[in-house]
């Protein structure tokens, strides 16, 4: 079992930034694939950005490539998502999520991942 703790969301206007922090603990030594996900009101639940965690190979999600950069401390089994240049669109609830083993579902898709954190609230103002 994996316990994963998100922090580090907040208000920001539009252009400004804030990091988020995924700190996981348990059986950390069989993740998968990690992967941050974002959930706007009356809205699906659409991947960020996804790494795999053993070769730390990254994906980002067009729209915010470019803008948004993960990081990892290994030592403190933390993932960071830092985000810049926020915009209005941004604004959602934004969870990190692991998956160990695999369960042949894409790794873009939420139904892959089988331990998510609490989430964290990120509103961005016009």
């Known amino acids: 079992q994996v316990h994963l703790v998100e922090s580090g969301g907040g208000l920001v206007q539009t252009g400004g930034s804030l990091r988020l922090s995924c700190a996981a603990a348990?059986?950390?030594?069989?993740?998968?694939?990690m992967g941050w996900f974002r959930q706007a009101p009356g809205r699906e639940r659409e991947l960020v950005a996804a790494?795999?965690?053993?070769?730390?190979?990254?994906y980002y999600e067009d729209s915010i490539k470019g803008r948004f950069t993960m990081s990892r401390d290994n030592a403190k089994n933390t993932v960071y998502l830092q985000m810049n240049s926020l915009k209005p669109e941004d604004t959602a609830v934004y969870f990190c999520?692991?998956?160990?083993?695999?369960?042949?579902?894409?790794?873009?898709?939420?139904?892959?991942?089988?331990?998510w954190g609490q989430g964290t609230q990120v509103t961005v103002s016009s």
């Open positions: 999520a692991v998956r160990i083993g695999d369960n042949g579902v894409s790794f873009g898709s939420p139904s892959f991942y089988n331990y």
């Open positions: 348990g059986r950390t030594s069989s993740i998968n694939y």
């Open positions: 790494f795999r965690w053993n070769t730390g190979s990254a």
